[in-house]
């Protein structure tokens, strides 16, 4: 009794009242239980009851899961009880251990203390005797011997001490009820029992109905034991044993049956699924629980009943705070955002529409999966992507058939669960680097998938049962378009995203990148802070791409540098400035090359695009004496080698207008290399390039230091059209070309490059190719006067 708590205790505590407290099991008198006091009121009663030797009562509480239960939810019959010991366990919570020792009926609640306290009356226990009672007696005695014999493991010996042992009935009912593996509703109905012989026969009909059970399991165990296997007896009995208590009601399987049954009725499932659901059902009441079956069969239910089969509410969309949302996500982009709130208006007008498919292709960095993270806020409903690359297995997409082991659901379905409603906005990123395999094509089976017409009746290999893709906003990626299959492309509404312009990502970096880089690395805004000019030097110097990640990880590497600072105890706010680059993250890696190496006849500053952007593309020529042969290296395609032959015929037929001695071919090898000869090279577009640079290596005339070109030539001296226009202009305005020629009849593609790109070059715009030697060559070297070009 040490251990209790010192209290101030309670005052005008009746001496006729008890305290009470709640239990979730029924304790017997003469039993000796534990008991956790996981509530303040429990704690003060039973410190109560020890300071002051007030009776102490245990009583059931009728709702087991209320956390506080007052005397409403408490039953009228307790059990008197002795506190033999009050200790605090390693969990904190105190622990007393109480010995019942008569039954308590409750007639009276008292209010005013901080415990639960009532008034009552003892039901002291009749010393019945005679025939009936010894009869009863006797039977329960064997009874309580013979189910402690048929147990699994061996009883405790004092248990069967104490059974053997008991001196009265009334001793051994209560002794027996206790251990007796019963709900707390049918141990209190034999608590409230006062009269013996009823009790007796209570408790001896539950020992009856245990007894059965446990006779048979003997039966089977003594049966099987010889004749089957370790393996094979411990499947059999697990199954008979589920067999008895499906039969008794005694297992959760009718439960879990009767929970799918309900599941299925409210999932909103169409019939024809519904019927199918229905089926397995019935199926899975028929198999084995320990059958591989049940678990195949009990999985596929699971996912239909899972899967979001209501057609969803409609949420009304305010193009307003859409387009406030696009230009919070993002900057730049206008057409991009446009055609987004034109395809959401289209959503708002037409809700049942069969809406197009949009594709968002442009090179790494700039955008594309957040584009669809913004149309899902702005839609407000859930987000998922589901990546594409890499993926060469047509069961990705439509999933395995159920009668492969570990089958799932394709990744349409899965996302589908995952976002937890069939009209979600599904990202499917990186569609161009699928690849057809060795278990199908997985870009046919997305035919289905994006058609409009088709997705209203998608079908699953796993699930087997029609589901309705027609409400998915279906949104894709790719950095290009080549490798994606024409019929899926067809399908599909491109969207060409370029790469960004070097105020657009200094605008993106003030915006966005600093700020959550800040974030990243534990770092807050007024302790340090980049300069305009750093971060402008950061996109010239450091960063040459068409999106924004690599400018975003120099940001990062530079508050790395300065969070270091801080971590070793630094206070004093930051500022970076250009003239501490150098120092964190070392040289710049990119360098204006374009004045140094066309300061020599021969060498054309020509234009390309790559999937990831624009990029400069040098074409330098040179002749040594040889047999008129073509020299091309550099690992050039196939176009791109006969655009070369095209532009040297090309010359070839201008020599004499050219100025050109005709036997130079024939007494000299022409060599023309494109450098970065690691990097494969193919397409028509360097076919300017290409010309320019063997006029200005047969003229011995330079071409101008800050112009670039591009267009396709002919063999009349026709400059043809070529693509990636926009991103070609911005590579060469980020590389520091001030002029650039164009095939004029790209002239409609002016709109779609930048204003600011715009503003900074000068573009002219070619038809034949004397227009281009015109305004790309210098002067000839006798009219120049001798000076010393400056290096940029």
């Known amino acids: 009794m040490s251990g209790v708590p010192s209290s101030n205790g309670v005052r005008d505590f009746p001496d006729d009242a008890v305290v009470v407290v709640p239990v979730s099991n029924v304790i017997f008198p003469g039993i000796v239980f534990p008991i956790v006091l996981d509530r303040p009121s429990a704690v003060a009663a039973a410190q109560h009851a020890l300071r002051e030797q007030h009776p102490l009562v245990l009583v059931l509480q009728q709702d087991l899961q209320a956390p506080d239960p007052g005397p409403r939810s408490l039953h009228r019959m307790g059990t008197l009880a002795n506190v033999l010991r009050y200790v605090t366990g390693p969990d904190g919570a105190p622990h007393v251990a109480c010995q019942g020792v008569e039954r308590f009926e409750i007639t009276e609640w008292l209010e005013g203390y901080p415990f639960i306290a009532a008034r009552g009356r003892r039901i002291t226990e009749s010393e019945a005797d005679g025939p009936e009672i010894e009869a009863r007696f006797l039977h329960l005695r064997s009874q309580a011997l013979e189910a402690l014999q048929l147990l699994p493991q061996s009883p405790p010996a004092e248990l069967v001490s104490a059974v053997e042992g008991a001196s009265s009935a009334a001793t051994l009912a209560d002794l027996v009820a206790a251990y007796l593996d019963l709900q707390p509703p049918e141990k209190q109905e034999i608590l409230e029992t006062v009269d013996l012989q009823a009790r007796l026969d209570r408790v001896s009909t539950f020992l009856a109905k245990r007894l059965e059970v446990l006779r048979l399991t003997s039966e089977i165990a003594q049966r099987t034991r010889e004749s089957l296997g370790e393996r094979q007896r411990q499947a059999l009995l697990r199954e008979q044993m589920a067999a008895i208590q499906r039969e008794l009601g005694e297992t959760d399987d009718r439960e879990e049956l009767v929970e799918l049954e309900s599941a299925i009725g409210a999932a909103g ?50 193009l307003a705070e859409a387009r406030r949302i696009l230009d919070e996500d993002h900057f730049g982009l206008e057409k991009i955002k446009q055609r987004i709130v034109e395809h959401l208006a289209v959503r708002r007008l037409a809700p049942e529409g069969k809406a197009p498919i949009l594709c968002f292709v ?25 990546s594409l690359g890499g993926v060469h297995d047509e069961s990705e997409i439509r999933g395995h058939r159920r009668t492969y082991v570990g089958a799932l659901p394709g990744n349409i379905i899965q996302a589908i669960r995952k976002a ?41 290999n796993y699930l087997a049962v029609p589901f309705d893709l027609s409400r998915v906003v279906f949104l894709t990626t790719a950095n290009m ?11 599909m509404e491109i969207i060409q995203l370029s790469g960004y312009t070097a105020g657009e990502k200094l605008q993106i970096a003030e915006r966005f990148l600093v700020r959550r880089q800040l974030e990243a690395n534990g770092l807050k805004a007024d302790q340090v802070e980049i300069d305009r000019a750093a971060l402008e030097r950061l996109i010239a110097r450091y960063t040459r791409e068409a999106g924004v990640r690599s400018l975003e990880r120099e940001i990062g590497r530079v508050l790395r540098h300065v969070a270091v600072r801080f971590a070793e105890g630094q206070a004093d706010p930051v500022r970076i400035t250009p003239d501490d680059l150098e120092p964190i993250l070392g040289a710049p890696r990119v360098e204006n090359e374009v004045a140094m190496r066309t300061s020599v006849p021969g060498v054309a500053t020509g234009l390309a695009w790559t999937p990831v952007g624009g990029e400069i593309l040098f074409i330098e020529a040179t002749r040594t004496p040889g047999e008129g042969r073509l020299i091309l290296t550099g690992q050039l395609g196939e176009v791109m080698r006969e655009s070369a032959q095209t532009a040297l015929s090309l010359v070839k037929s201008r020599a004499e207008a050219l100025g050109v001695d005709p036997s130079l071919f024939k007494d000299s090898d022409i060599h023309i290399h494109v450098p ?10 360097a076919g300017v390039a290409m010309t320019m640079a063997l006029i200005s290596l047969l003229t011995d005339r330079t071409l101008r230091s800050d112009t670039a070109m591009t267009g396709e030539i002919s063999l009349r001296g026709l400059v043809l059209p070529v693509g990636g226009i926009k991103e070609k202009v911005v590579a060469a305005a980020t590389a520091g070309v001030r002029r650039v020629l164009l095939p004029a009849r790209n002239r409609p593609d002016e709109r779609d490059i930048p204003q600011e790109t715009r503003e900074q070059l ?7 190719i004397e227009d281009a030697i015109e305004a790309a060559l210098d002067r000839p ?11 940029d």
Request: aromatic share 4%; charged share 30%.
């Open 269 to 318: 499932m169409p019939e024809e699924v519904v019927q199918q659901a229905r089926k397995e059902l019935r199926r899975l009441a028929r198999t084995p629980e320990t059958a591989a079956e049940y678990g195949m069969v009990r999985t596929y239910l699971e996912w239909l009943v899972e899967l979001p089969w209501k057609a969803p509410e409609p949420v009304p969309l305010d």
């Open 362 to 386: 442009g090179p790494p960095g700039v955008g594309k999966t957040s584009l669809g993270q913004s149309i899902a806020r702005a839609m407000h409903r859930p987000f998922v992507r589901v």
């Open 420 to 460: 937890g409603r069939r009209d979600c906005v599904m990202m499917l990123d990186e569609i161009d680097k699928m690849s057809a395999g060795l278990h199908g094509d997985p870009s046919a089976a997305l035919l289905e998938v994006l058609d409009p017409e088709q997705n209203a009746t998608f079908r699953d």
């Open 481 to 491: 378009l080549d490798t994606i299959p024409g019929p899926l492309r067809d399908r």
């Open 676 to 685: 970065a000869g690691a990097t494969p090279k193919d397409g028509p577009s």
């Open 762 to 768: 000068e573009l002219v715009w070619l038809d034949r």
């Open 781 to 791: 070297p006798q009219a120049k006067k001798p000076s010393v070009r400056a290096v």
